[in-house]
Structure formats: C-alpha cells, structure tokens
C-alpha cells in the first residue's frame, strides 16, 4: 500500500502502528489478509501529532509498562513449511525445527516478555547469516520470527540408547525402526516428552504395566486423515477441528467397537490426533506403522517430562533435542456431543488466550484439585494457564502447579485485589490460597464448586443471571456434604443464589472408598428402599477380599451423604456389570456410555418431591459475611428406579445396553423437568456434560437451546476460569 510509518510491539498484548495514510482500507485488509491462526480482538484508531515518516519499519518493542503481556500459543507446522520439509532443494529438508511466523513452537519456549527472540529459550542458538537474512528481509516469509533454526544454527535431536548415542537424522530412522519393531520411546517434543509404541495389543498391555495405567485409554497419532476415517466415524466439524493449528486430540467414536481394544479397552471411542510437529511428519516417514501411541510421558497423576528425568520410565530408548522447554504443555483434548465441540483438557494450542470479563478488580483463581488449571485476571482480561492435573499429587502441586502461578503473576505484572479457591478446606490449591492472600494482603474467596462451573459458562456468554444444571462427580458443597447433581439459580444484578433442584442423595459407604468401588453406592442406592440387599446376592462375586454385604449394611449409616450423578452413574455400571473399579477418573461411567443403546423402554415420568432446607445462599461463595437460610428444593428420586431396573437386568440380561439408556434418559428427564420451569437462560457444565448422550437428551426434554463451555473445559480444568468471573461482581470494598 506504499504507507509508510512503524509498527511496534507495546509489550502490553497490543500492537502500535503508525501509517500516514488509507487508515480504513488498511484496518480492512488487515483484518481480511490476517494469517490464518491470528486473532483480532479488538482494533482503536487514533490520530497523533506529526512524526517524521520516511519508510515503514518494526521498532524495538516497549512501552507501557505493567500492562497485559502474552506469547502466542504454540502452533502446529503450517502448509508452506511442511512443503518445505520434503523438498529436497530446500536447505531445511527433514529439519525437525523448521517454522515460521505462521507456526512453531511459541508459549512453550517463551521466558519473558516482549515476546521476542531473545527472551526465548532460542535465544540458546543465535541465527546464522542465512536466518539472518531471513529475519531481516521484510518480504520473506520468516520476517521477524523469533522462533526460526536451521540444521546450521539451530536446536538437533540426538537418539539415546543403552550402548550409545546417535545424532540427527539417523536418530530420527532408528527410533521409526525401534518403534516399528515394538520398542518402546520417549520423544521430547513442543511441550514434553511423549511415549510412543505400535498400537498392537501384547506392547501397550506391556506399556499399561510399565506406567501404571491399567485401564487409561491412552492417545493415538495417525499418519494422516485417510487412515483415521478408515477406524473411526469422522464427522465434518471433527475434520475441522483436527486439521486446524491446535490439532486437539479429538475423541471419536471408533468403525468396530473391538478395535484398539489395549489402547481403549471396552470403550467405543478413541482418542486421535493429526502430526502437528515436524519430527512427527518426519517420523511417520519412516514408520511402516500407521497409528503409534503417543501418550504424555509420565505417571499417572504426575506432570508430564521436560526433562532427563524420563530415564526414569525404563523405556528402550529416548529420542531428545537440545531446545529447553521453558513451559509444558500437555495436548488438548476435544470431544464432539450433539455436534458441539467440548473441550476435556485446554491445553497446547488454546494457551494462552484471552478471555474479557467486564471486572474493575484484578485477581487469580487457583482452580480445583483435579485437572487443575489457574486463570489470571488483569484489567479486565481473563488468561487460563495451560492443563496441570491433579494438585493432590506432590510433584504436580509443587513442581507445575506453584511454578505456573509464579509464571503467570509475573508475566502480566499481577498484583491480586482477591483470590480465589475452591470451597474445599483440604485441597493443597485452598491452603495455597489461604497462604497466597495473606503475602498480598488481599481478599480470599472460597467459591463452591459448582456455582463456579455454572460461572464458567456464565463467563464465556457474559450472562448475569441464569439457571444451571452442574453434574460431576464430587464437589464440596455448602453443607459439607459431597455435591454433583445439582440445579442453580444465579442472579447477580438481584444478588439471589439458590440451590432450586438435586438428585436424591445416598450414602457413599467409606468415603472415597465408594467413588472406586461402585458396587458399594449401588449397595447404598438398593438397600434402603429396597429394605435389604437379598437382591445383590448375585453381585457377591464381585465384592473384594474380606467385604461382604453384611459389613456394608454395619458401616451403611456412617456414610458421607451425596447427590453426586457421576457417582450414579458408575452404580448403573456396575449394576449391569460394566465396572466394578475405578481406575481412572470417569471410568465407570465412560464404559456405560459405550455400551448403552437406544431403545423404546424407558422408566417413566420422573418422581420429583419437594423438600425443605437450606438451599438460599447470600453469595456463591463464603467470606466473613456469608449467610444461608432454608428454601424449597425439587429432588429427583432415583432410588425406586435402580430397584426397577436391577430386577429388570437380573431378569434378561439381554437388556443391558437398553437399561443404560433409559437410565441416562430417566436422570436427564427429571434435570430438564426441573429446569425448564425457569424462563432463564439455561447453562449446563461438569463432567457429565460430555456424556454423548445425557446432554442432547437434557435439550430435548427442556425443549430450547441450552448453553455448554465452549472456549474452557465443561470438566474441573475450567473450573478457575468460573471462580475468576466473581470477579465480575466484586468492588474494591
């Protein structure tokens, strides 16, 4: 356009350019000609006083300071560098590093800020001339990428084995052979290292042993489209979201339900992911397999690897490279339900990105305890840190957790007016809150689990007032008892806040000993309406070593009391004999999910009775002013139906797949008939929601469009960002 001026990073998360000239056809194409993952959130036109304007050149980056300041997330390898990759004129053919200002690695490497080079972990390996040339020649396509190698100047992998140490592209080939022939990898990639193995069943049940994973469905990378949609149903808006710059895992469901039985055993889905890497095209180049497991190298509960301390896994081999990993992260999962994207885990590619939240104060939000996330709030912008997991596990809490905190506080400059926690007095997020608040000398918010999910769907539609139905697995609720089944009522502007609705609640018989053993809450859901457990005589088989029925009944009443639906639904597993330990989280529930079907029988209208208790809360969350007093609660019976439906199993097992449905379709029935008594906007979040079929059927009965997460995790990893949106609603009193 032959405009001449400056552009400039301000190191605030804005960027400044000055032209003298066509200002609205400028601001058009560049929103029209932007590259393809950049986002545009806002744009403001000002005029300035006159400045001596002789060309149009980048400016050092700088000026305001303390103000909000992002790296990119890191992208995967674009078009034009995967051409190059195979070229073999090209001085980067099967160079593992090679990017652009289109994609590469980005978060993972950034240190600080403004975001460039030399405040990467890049900064390690100086540009020779010809990247040189590159990054100074403003009509190349490398123009002022920071993250730009080539085999002369850049990072390089090296194959470490027993016996010896093989370096560069060999490296690459052997590891393909050793993978073709059953071995297992760790490969260091853009967040973390991987394990990687052949998905045939003998070497991932070997794999499951090694990482104490015996039923966790572990991720599968596939060379390419055509081989995905040869095992598993890919729909249009599932191609799309695999092939974009954040290649998610995306869950689908498989052709032959049998298939990668090792790596999912009895589920009907699979978890698949596109290469996003170049070491992955490269890899699978020279791998005569078609699928390989790639899964986050670590055990379970612990932090994925940056480091050497893979060589802790027993594994065959580790293919590395020399490049530091200044930030881990996992990658992202996605799953599909009724056509609309959920997001599992919000990790590579997602962060870090902004979300507004109109709020006048600046805070954190420290999530809850299993798949942790944080969110920092700054001048209105809300900022989800990438996945961390569970924060009960020593190395998680103390070696991702604390150091994302750190990470993200001191990149935006952040002075908290308030922090935020989960209403739970154990988890180690909470003690760090308490302990956090006070070295800032700033408000803590306890918030109750569940109105923070509903807030996390509140946040993303910016609603004020709504009607949401939040079912999970366990929560702490206002009574100290374990929620997750549960319908609220939220109106800020009126500062009204309710408990309107929940399932009925039952025992868990030992505590946390009954979120792993279903059989014990189908015992507690049977026995009291049932006036005995004769009926679960056949289910003895299935008891552990030195239980019995008998000792259930003796602790029965010593019970912690829930309405928890996750909890209901691993009992419907184990009643039709799905599950009868929960290995990893939503276990249970996920093989009932795979083998229900639909069909005509259904258990009828749902028996909803109303209670009196304390239910009208003065805020969702508690500080010193906080104060609660009864009201009326609709409960949704579930006890008389499991009777139902377990003489109706033990009678023809032959229904098994149809009693799973028309157990699923019964709950979500009695949700919606709570709620749709409310002419609000109705959100739905928590754990369940990603059960394919419990929440298009909740929608169908409610009978109007119903809003879901969309930009964070419907699960506990948005959990901060409903926390964070509190903040909304506070002043600085």
């Given amino acids: 356009m032959n405009l001449k001026g400056y552009v400039k990073n301000t190191g605030t998360g804005c960027v400044e350019i000055v032209i003298d000239s066509k200002v609205e056809e400028f601001v058009k194409r560049l929103k029209e000609e932007k590259p393809p993952m950049a986002e545009i959130s806002s744009v403001e036109v000002e005029e300035i006083e006159d400045v001596p304007l002789s060309d149009f050149v980048i400016e050092k980056s700088g000026g305001k300071k303390g103000g909000l300041s992002l790296p990119p997330p890191d992208i995967a390898i674009c078009d034009q560098c995967l051409k190059e990759l195979f070229d073999l004129k090209d001085r980067r053919y099967l160079y593992p590093f090679i990017s652009c200002t289109d994609c590469g690695a980005r978060f993972s490497v950034a240190i600080r800020l403004p975001y460039d080079r030399e405040n990467t972990t890049f900064a390690d390996f100086p540009l020779c001339e010809d990247c040189s040339k ?11 990428a920071q993250s730009i190698a080539c085999p002369k100047c850049g990072p390089h992998y090296e194959l470490v084995l027993p016996d010896r140490i093989i370096k560069g592209l060999d490296a690459i080939k052997n590891t393909a052979k050793l993978i073709d022939d059953g071995k297992f990898v760790a490969i260091k990639g853009i967040g973390g290292y991987h394990i990687a193995c052949i998905t045939d069943d003998d070497v991932v049940f070997k794999l499951r042993k090694k990482l104490g994973r015996p039923q966790q469905p572990f991720a599968v990378m596939a060379r390419d489209l055509d081989t995905i949609k040869s095992v598993a149903h890919v729909s249009e ?104 994207r959920l997001i599992i885990r919000r990790s590579r590619g997602f962060v870090p990105k902004v ?33 961390i997991g569970n924060t009960a596990n020593f190395k998680t809490f103390n070696e991702f957790f604390k150091r994302a905190v750190e990470f993200f506080t001191s990149f935006i400059n952040l002075k908290p007016d308030f922090i935020a926690c989960d209403l739970h007095p154990q988890f180690n ?33 910016e609603l004020t007032k709504a009607l949401a139905i939040t079912v999970d697995g ?7 008892r374990v929620w997750g089944g549960e319908v609220l009522f939220l109106d800020f502007e009126k500062e009204e806040f309710r408990r309107v609705g929940r399932i009925e609640s039952f025992r868990l018989i030992g505590g946390d000993m009954a979120t792993y053993y279903p059989l014990r809450v189908l ?22 070593k030195g239980e019995s029925f008998e000792t259930l009944a003796k602790i029965y009443d010593m019970g912690v009391e829930s309405s928890s639906l996750g909890r209901v639904l691993d009992a419907v597993s184990a009643m039709l004999e799905v599950c009868f330990e929960r290995t990893y989280e939503g276990e249970p529930a996920m093989k009932l999910e795979s083998i229900a079907e639909r069909s005509d029988l259904n258990f009828g209208d749902p028996i909803i009775e109303t209670v009196e208790e304390e239910s009208i809360y003065s805020k969702p969350f508690v500080d ?5 007093k009864t009201g009326k609660v609709k409960v949704l019976r579930i006890a008389p139906i499991f009777c139902k439906a377990l003489e109706l199993y033990l009678e023809n097992k032959s229904l098994r797949g149809a009693i799973a449905y028309a157990m699923i379709d019964y709950l979500a029935k009695g949700f919606a008939e709570i709620a749709k008594r409310f002419d609000l906007p109705i959100v739905v979040s928590g754990g369940v929601t990603y059960n394919s079929y419990f929440t298009p059927l909740v929608e169908r009965y409610i009978g109007r469009r119903i809003y879901l997460n969309e930009e964070v995790a419907c699960g506990d990893n948005g959990i901060s960002f409903g926390q964070i949106y509190i903040g909304r609603f506070l002043d600085d009193r």
């Fill in 134 to 144: 590159e990054y100074w020649n403003i009509e190349d396509r490398r123009y002022y």
């Fill in 237 to 340: 808006d599932e191609e799309k979201a695999m092939i974009n710059y954040i290649r998610p895992i995306t869950v689908l469901r498989k052709k032959n339900p049998e298939s990668f039985f090792a790596v999912a055993p009895h589920l009907d889905t699979i978890g698949v992911m596109l290469p996003y890497a170049p070491i992955h095209y490269i890899l699978f180049k020279y791998l005569k397999s078609d699928f390989i497991v790639m899964t986050s190298a670590n055990k379970p509960g612990e932090p994925m690897f940056i480091d050497d301390g893979v060589f802790s896994l027993e594994l065959d081999a580790v293919l590395r490279h020399n490049l530091k990993i200044h930030n881990r992260v996992d990658d992202s999962v996605i799953k599909f339900v009724a056509g609309r």
């Fill in 355 to 387: 979300l507004k939240i109109d709020a006048k104060l600046n805070g954190l939000a420290v999530g809850a305890e299993l798949y942790n996330s944080i969110t920092v709030l700054k001048d209105g912008n809300a900022i989800i840190s990438q996945y």
């Fill in 429 to 461: 997020t909470t003690l760090f809150a308490e302990k956090l608040a006070e070295r800032y000398n700033c408000k803590l918010i306890r918030v109750q689990h569940h109105f923070a999910h509903a807030m996390s769907v509140m946040a993303e539609r």
């Fill in 474 to 480: 366990v929560g702490y609720g206002f009574d100290g």
């Fill in 523 to 544: 015992f507690s859901l049977i026995y009291e309406e049932y006036g005995g457990y004769e009926i679960l005589k056949p289910y003895e088989k299935y008891l552990r």
């Fill in 624 to 628: 010193e002013d906080w104060k609660t």
